[in-house]
C-alpha cells in the first residue's frame, strides 16, 4: 500500500482577531428549521451543531424545553415526527456512510432506548418516508434496486413497490389511501415519472410521464381528507414550474405564475393557497398564490435569500434567511405582517461577512452567472470555489466556508456552471453525455473575465470544491494545466469508473442517466470525464481531502488517483483522509479541513 504525504493541519491561520472571527463563524451554535408535528404543533424537531456535532433536538413550545436527542460520534441530521409528535424518528447510520434504517424513541424521554420505527424493513439508503397517522411509507435503495414498504397500524410492513432502476416514496395523501411514488422504470433517473396506487392493495390508480428529458416530482397532496389533489413540479416549458393533478378525476392544472427563474412550492394547512419558494439569480423569495382567485403575493419576509419556510396552523410562516454578509436566522412572519425572530440556539451569533456581487459572463453555452466576494485590499488572489451536485446552485446565503477564504485575502468566485440549478431544464442538462469538461469550460469563461476585468491575477488561481466540485477541482487541473495554480478537491471522484463500481446505487442510476449508459456501455465517455484520465498532465499541486465512509465517491478509486501522482515521482501533492462519510458533522474537523485547505493553498501560491 503506497503511503502518500499528509497534508499539514496550521494551528492556527491569522493574527488573534481573525483567528478568533473566523473559528467563531463555525463553532457558533446555528439550527435548522423547528418542524413540528402535524397534530401536535407545540412539539418540533430540529438540527443543531451546539454541541460542536450536529445532533437532532427535539422543542417542546409548550414549555420551551429543548433536549439534545442524539449523541453519535459522526453526527446525526436526518429527523422528523409522526403526526401525533409521541416520538422521534432519526435515521441510524454507521459513521456518516448513509446505509442504515430509521428508529423511533419517545418525544418525552421514559428511558427507552431508540429501535426500528418500521420493523422488518431492510437497511438500506434512504428513498422518502412519510408518517401518517396510521399507515408509514418507507423506501430503501439497496444494489437490487428500490422498495417501498407501507405499513398499517401494527401490521408487519410489507413491500408495495420494487423495481431495479431508482424510485422513491412521493407522499401519503390525507385519507391514507392513496400513495405517490416518483420513479424512474424508463431508466432516467434525472428525470423521473409519477405512479400513484391505493394503499389497501398497491393497486395503480394513476400515471404521469411527461417523455424524454421531462421530470415530474411529487409535493405532497392537499391536507384535506378525501381531497385527491397532488401538487408536482414539472419541466414542460424549460423550467421547474407547479401543476395540480386530480389523480382520481385525471385532470391536470397547471399554474402559470408570472415570476423568472424556478419554482417550488406547498399547501397551506387549509389547502386553499400555496406557498411558494421563488429562485431567481441566487436569490430565494417567497410569495402566497391563492388557487380559488388566482392571485400571487409576495410576503414581506427579511431580507436575503430564503431557505426552508412553512406554513404553521394559525397561518404564521416560519423560515429560515440569511446573506453573504449576514448569518442565518429563525424568522416568523405573522399573519398581521409582523416578522420577528423566533428562536435562537444559545450562545454568540456568527460574526458576519462581506457581500457578495453578480456577474454575468458569455459563455460557450449561454450566460453565466457568478458570485464574486472580495476581501479588502487584495493582492489578486482568488479561489474559484464550485458547488457539488451538479444540481445545485451556489446562493447569496451565508457560508463561513466563503467568510474564511475572504478573511485569508482571496477573492472567492463561485461559478453556477452548466448542470446548476435554478437557470432552466435546458442549462442544468447541458452535462448530458459530457459532463466535467462542460462545466469547465464555463469556469474558464468567467476565470478569463475575471482576469479582464482585473479582479484577479491570473497567476493566483486556485480551483476547489467538494463533491462534485472536487470533481471538477481535480479535473481542471489535468484539463487545464496552465490555468490552475493548485488544486483543491474535498471527497471527489477521482476514478470514475472505479467510483461507479462502488457508488451507491442511487448514484450509478444518475450516472447511467447522465452519461448514457454504464462505463460498460459508453467507456469512452467515462474515459473522457475521468481526472485519473489526465493525472499524468497534472503540473500543480494538488490537495485531496478522503472520507474513509464514503458511500458516494468511495475511497478506492480516490486511492487509485493518488496512487498514480505517487507513481509520477515529480507531482506535489497531500492528502487528509479523515474518519466520516461524505464531508463531516463535526465542527472540529471541519475547521481542521478548512484550515488544511487554506494553508495548502497560501504554500501553493508562494
Same mark, same amino acid.
Given at each position: 500500500?503506497? $503511503?502518500?504525504?499528509?497534508?499539514?493541519?496550521?494551528?492556527?491561520?491569522?493574527?488573534?482577531?481573525?483567528?478568533?472571527?473566523?473559528?467563531?463563524?463555525?463553532?457558533?451554535?446555528?439550527?435548522?428549521?423547528?418542524?413540528?408535528?402535524?397534530?401536535?404543533?407545540?412539539?418540533?424537531?430540529?438540527?443543531?451543531?451546539?454541541?460542536?456535532?450536529?445532533?437532532?433536538?427535539?422543542?417542546?413550545?409548550?414549555?420551551?424545553?429543548?433536549?439534545?436527542?442524539?449523541?453519535?460520534? !459522526?453526527?446525526?441530521?436526518?429527523?422528523?415526527?409522526?403526526?401525533?409528535?409521541?416520538?422521534?424518528?432519526?435515521?441510524?447510520?454507521?459513521?456518516?456512510?448513509?446505509?442504515?434504517?430509521?428508529?423511533?424513541?419517545?418525544?418525552?424521554?421514559?428511558?427507552?432506548?431508540?429501535?426500528?420505527?418500521?420493523?422488518?424493513?431492510? #437497511?438500506?439508503?434512504?428513498?422518502?418516508?412519510?408518517?401518517?397517522?396510521?399507515?408509514?411509507?418507507?423506501?430503501?435503495?439497496?444494489?437490487?434496486?428500490?422498495?417501498?414498504?407501507?405499513?398499517?397500524?401494527?401490521?408487519?410492513?410489507?413491500?408495495?413497490?420494487?423495481?431495479?432502476?431508482?424510485?422513491?416514496?412521493?407522499?401519503?395523501?390525507?385519507?391514507?389511501?392513496?400513495?405517490?411514488?416518483?420513479?424512474?422504470?424508463?431508466?432516467? !433517473? %434525472?428525470?423521473?415519472?409519477?405512479?400513484?396506487?391505493?394503499?389497501?392493495?398497491?393497486?395503480?390508480?394513476?400515471?404521469?410521464?411527461?417523455?424524454?428529458?421531462?421530470?415530474?416530482?411529487?409535493?405532497?397532496?392537499?391536507?384535506?381528507?378525501?381531497?385527491?389533489?397532488?401538487?408536482?413540479?414539472?419541466?414542460?416549458?424549460? %423550467?421547474?414550474?407547479?401543476?395540480?393533478?386530480?389523480?382520481? =378525476?385525471?385532470?391536470?392544472?397547471?399554474? &402559470?405564475?408570472?415570476?423568472?427563474?424556478?419554482?417550488?412550492?406547498?399547501?397551506?394547512?387549509?389547502?386553499?393557497?400555496?406557498?411558494?419558494?421563488?429562485?431567481?439569480?441566487?436569490?430565494?423569495?417567497?410569495?402566497?398564490?391563492?388557487?380559488?382567485?388566482?392571485?400571487?403575493?409576495?410576503?414581506?419576509?427579511?431580507?436575503?435569500?430564503?431557505?426552508?419556510?412553512?406554513?404553521?396552523?394559525?397561518? $404564521?410562516?416560519?423560515?429560515? *434567511?440569511?446573506? /453573504?454578509?449576514?448569518?442565518?436566522?429563525?424568522?416568523?412572519?405573522?399573519?398581521?405582517?409582523?416578522?420577528?425572530? +423566533?428562536?435562537?440556539?444559545?450562545?454568540?451569533?456568527?460574526?458576519?461577512?462581506?457581500?457578495?456581487?453578480? +456577474?454575468?459572463?458569455?459563455?460557450?453555452?449561454?450566460?453565466?452567472?457568478?458570485?464574486?466576494?472580495?476581501?479588502?485590499?487584495?493582492?489578486?488572489?482568488?479561489?474559484?470555489?464550485?458547488?457539488?451536485?451538479?444540481?445545485?446552485?451556489?446562493?447569496?446565503?451565508?457560508?463561513?466556508?466563503?467568510?474564511?477564504?475572504?478573511?485569508?485575502?482571496?477573492?472567492?468566485?463561485?461559478?453556477?456552471?452548466?448542470?446548476?440549478?435554478?437557470?432552466?431544464?435546458?442549462?442544468?442538462?447541458?452535462?448530458?453525455?459530457?459532463?466535467?469538461?462542460?462545466?469547465?469550460? #464555463?469556469?474558464?469563461?468567467?476565470?478569463?473575465?475575471?482576469?479582464?476585468?482585473? +479582479?484577479?491575477?491570473?497567476?493566483? *488561481?486556485?480551483?476547489?470544491?467538494?463533491?462534485?466540485?472536487?470533481?471538477? /477541482? +481535480?479535473?481542471?487541473?489535468?484539463? @487545464?494545466? @496552465? %490555468?490552475?495554480?493548485?488544486?483543491? &478537491?474535498?471527497?471527489?471522484?477521482?476514478?470514475?469508473?472505479?467510483?461507479?463500481?462502488?457508488?451507491?446505487?442511487?448514484?450509478?442510476?444518475?450516472?447511467?442517466?447522465?452519461?448514457?449508459?454504464?462505463?460498460?456501455?459508453?467507456?469512452?465517455?467515462?474515459? $473522457?470525464?475521468?481526472?485519473?484520465?489526465?493525472?499524468?498532465?497534472?503540473?500543480?499541486?494538488?490537495?485531496?481531502? =478522503?472520507?474513509?465512509?464514503?458511500?458516494? *465517491?468511495?475511497?478506492?478509486?480516490?486511492?487509485?488517483?493518488?496512487?498514480?501522482?505517487?507513481?509520477?515521482?515529480?507531482?506535489?501533492?497531500?492528502?487528509?483522509?479523515?474518519?466520516?462519510?461524505?464531508?463531516?458533522?463535526?465542527?472540529?474537523?471541519?475547521?481542521?479541513?478548512?484550515?488544511?485547505?487554506? #494553508?495548502?493553498?497560501?504554500?501553493?501560491?508562494?
Amino acid at each position: 500500500m503506497t $503511503t502518500h504525504p499528509a497534508a499539514p493541519v496550521p494551528d492556527r491561520l491569522f493574527d488573534d482577531e481573525r483567528e478568533q472571527r473566523w473559528r467563531a463563524r463555525f463553532t457558533a451554535p446555528r439550527m435548522s428549521r423547528p418542524a413540528w408535528a402535524r397534530d401536535a404543533p407545540d412539539r418540533c424537531v430540529y438540527s443543531s451543531n451546539a454541541s460542536g456535532t450536529t445532533e437532532i433536538y427535539t422543542w417542546d413550545r409548550a414549555t420551551d424545553v429543548h433536549r439534545r436527542v442524539t449523541d453519535r460520534r !459522526s453526527g446525526t441530521h436526518s429527523a422528523t415526527l409522526p403526526p401525533d409528535g409521541a416520538e422521534v424518528w432519526w435515521f441510524a447510520d454507521a459513521d456518516g456512510d448513509e446505509f442504515g434504517h430509521w428508529v423511533a424513541e419517545p418525544f418525552a424521554p421514559d428511558g427507552s432506548a431508540a429501535a426500528p420505527a418500521v420493523p422488518g424493513v431492510e #437497511d438500506g439508503y434512504p428513498a422518502g418516508l412519510d408518517i401518517g397517522r396510521r399507515v408509514t411509507a418507507v423506501g430503501t435503495s439497496t444494489d437490487d434496486g428500490t422498495r417501498i414498504w407501507l405499513r398499517r397500524g401494527d401490521e408487519p410492513a410489507t413491500v408495495v413497490y420494487e423495481n431495479a432502476e431508482d424510485a422513491g416514496v412521493g407522499a401519503l395523501s390525507e385519507d391514507e389511501t392513496l400513495l405517490a411514488i416518483s420513479h424512474s422504470e424508463h431508466g432516467d !433517473s %434525472r428525470h423521473p415519472s409519477l405512479r400513484v396506487v391505493r394503499v389497501d392493495d398497491g393497486g395503480t390508480v394513476a400515471e404521469l410521464h411527461d417523455g424524454p428529458g421531462r421530470g415530474l416530482s411529487p409535493i405532497s397532496f392537499a391536507p384535506v381528507v378525501g381531497d385527491p389533489r397532488l401538487l408536482v413540479l414539472h419541466e414542460r416549458h424549460g %423550467r421547474e414550474e407547479l401543476l395540480v393533478w386530480d389523480v382520481v =378525476a385525471g385532470t391536470e392544472t397547471e399554474l &402559470a405564475l408570472d415570476l423568472p427563474g424556478e419554482l417550488s412550492a406547498d399547501f397551506t394547512p387549509d389547502a386553499r393557497a400555496l406557498l411558494v419558494w421563488h429562485t431567481h439569480a441566487a436569490r430565494t423569495r417567497l410569495h402566497r398564490y391563492d388557487l380559488d382567485a388566482g392571485v400571487l403575493t409576495e410576503l414581506p419576509v427579511a431580507p436575503g435569500c430564503v431557505g426552508s419556510a412553512d406554513v404553521r396552523p394559525d397561518g $404564521t410562516v416560519e423560515y429560515t *434567511c440569511s446573506s /453573504a454578509a449576514e448569518p442565518s436566522t429563525v424568522r416568523a412572519l405573522h399573519p398581521d405582517g409582523t416578522d420577528r425572530v +423566533l428562536v435562537t440556539p444559545p450562545g454568540e451569533r456568527a460574526p458576519g461577512s462581506v457581500p457578495v456581487t453578480d +456577474l454575468w459572463v458569455d459563455g460557450p453555452g449561454g450566460r453565466i452567472h457568478a458570485l464574486v466576494a472580495s476581501p479588502a485590499g487584495g493582492d489578486g488572489r482568488a479561489v474559484f470555489s464550485l458547488h457539488g451536485g451538479p444540481h445545485a446552485a451556489d446562493e447569496d446565503r451565508f457560508t463561513a466556508v466563503r467568510a474564511a477564504w475572504v478573511d485569508a485575502g482571496f477573492v472567492v468566485v463561485e461559478v453556477n456552471y452548466r448542470g446548476s440549478t435554478g437557470y432552466g431544464s435546458a442549462w442544468r442538462d447541458a452535462i448530458e453525455g459530457r459532463p466535467g469538461t462542460t462545466e469547465l469550460e #464555463d469556469v474558464a469563461a468567467v476565470l478569463d473575465a475575471c482576469v479582464a476585468q482585473g +479582479l484577479v491575477d491570473a497567476s493566483k *488561481c486556485v480551483i476547489e470544491g467538494w463533491s462534485w466540485g472536487g470533481y471538477l /477541482a +481535480l479535473l481542471g487541473v489535468g484539463t @487545464q494545466p @496552465q %490555468r490552475w495554480a493548485a488544486g483543491l &478537491a474535498g471527497v471527489p471522484v477521482a476514478d470514475y469508473v472505479a467510483a461507479y463500481a462502488d457508488e451507491m446505487e442511487q448514484l450509478r442510476a444518475f450516472d447511467r442517466a447522465l452519461f448514457g449508459g454504464s462505463p460498460e456501455e459508453v467507456p469512452e465517455r467515462y474515459r $473522457t470525464a475521468s481526472p485519473l484520465t489526465y493525472v499524468d498532465e497534472v503540473r500543480v499541486p494538488v490537495l485531496v481531502l =478522503a472520507g474513509e465512509n464514503d458511500p458516494r *465517491c468511495p475511497i478506492r478509486q480516490i486511492d487509485n488517483y493518488l496512487d498514480a501522482l505517487a507513481g509520477r515521482g515529480d507531482a506535489p501533492y497531500e492528502v487528509a483522509r479523515f474518519d466520516a462519510g461524505h464531508g463531516s458533522l463535526v465542527v472540529e474537523q471541519t475547521l481542521q479541513h478548512i484550515a488544511t485547505e487554506i #494553508d495548502f493553498a497560501r504554500r501553493a501560491l508562494g
